[in-house]
């Protein structure tokens, strides 16, 4: 089945640090979508990539959808300690029922300040 | 306005009750996914509907497992009888077409002894 390979599986960084985690697959994706989770929460979209090469920025977020569409990379700005949490890479995918989401294993940060 | 909305929050049972796991959607939005979070396989889907009707339930794990959607304000998710590997976080999430942001609940932290 289709799988996402996320990394780094964890960050321990200093405040004010950059930050920067990827995912790769052997399939290729319409979509690329960048999610946090805090703890006890559900995860919520941090940015979505829709076009091979893009790239989007959101305040101190900035992602790219890789040019092969197998891939993609989130860049963290100047980590704040609200920064802690789970970010999970998804690929989005049509099969035969449509359309889903497949998730990366998750990149655990943590911020030291 | 409200967003996903899942109970119980927490639920601990012992292996080989009945679970039943509730979800009411965002307003308006017409898909509903079911979807399991654990540490050695992350988050997976389980089931979804469109317009309260099952799409794909090829991720339920076993027919222990069902899925109801009433109406669009709506669903269940219940496992009878529960099994210990069962433990794990489910989300709910809906989204106002196939293909937008799927907006997750909560979680249901269920434990299963």
């Known amino acids: 089945g289709q799988q996402l390979n996320q990394s780094p599986q964890s960050m321990f960084i200093q405040e004010g640090e950059d930050v920067s985690m990827n995912c790769t697959s052997s399939?290729?994706?319409?979509?690329w979508l960048w999610y946090k989770q805090d703890p006890g929460e559900g995860p919520v979209l941090l940015i979505a990539?829709?076009?091979?090469?893009e790239l989007t920025s959101n305040g101190r977020l900035t992602a790219q959808f890789g040019i092969t569409r197998k891939d993609s990379f989130l860049n963290i700005s100047a980590s704040i300690p609200s920064d802690v949490g789970i970010y999970f890479c998804a690929g989005q995918l049509r099969y035969e029922y449509g359309n889903k989401l497949v998730f990366g294993a998750g990149t655990i940060l943590r911020v030291k300040s | 306005d409200a967003g996903v909305i899942q109970s119980p929050r927490h639920e601990v049972t012992e292996m080989g009750q009945e679970v039943t796991l509730r979800c009411k959607p965002i307003?308006?939005?017409?898909?509903l996914f079911w979807y399991r979070q654990t540490m050695m396989r992350g988050l997976e889907l389980l089931i979804y509907f469109n317009n309260n009707v099952p799409i794909d339930d090829s991720g339920m794990p076993e027919d222990r497992f069902s899925a109801k959607m009433p109406n669009a304000s709506f669903s269940t998710l219940k496992i009878q009888p529960s099994e210990p590997r069962d433990s794990a976080v489910y989300f709910c999430a809906s989204s106002a077409g196939q293909f937008n942001e799927q907006f997750f609940g909560p979680g249901t932290r269920l434990t299963v002894l």
């Open positions: 399939s290729i994706f319409n979509t």
């Open positions: 307003s308006g939005h017409d898909y």
């Open positions: 990539l829709y076009k091979a090469g």
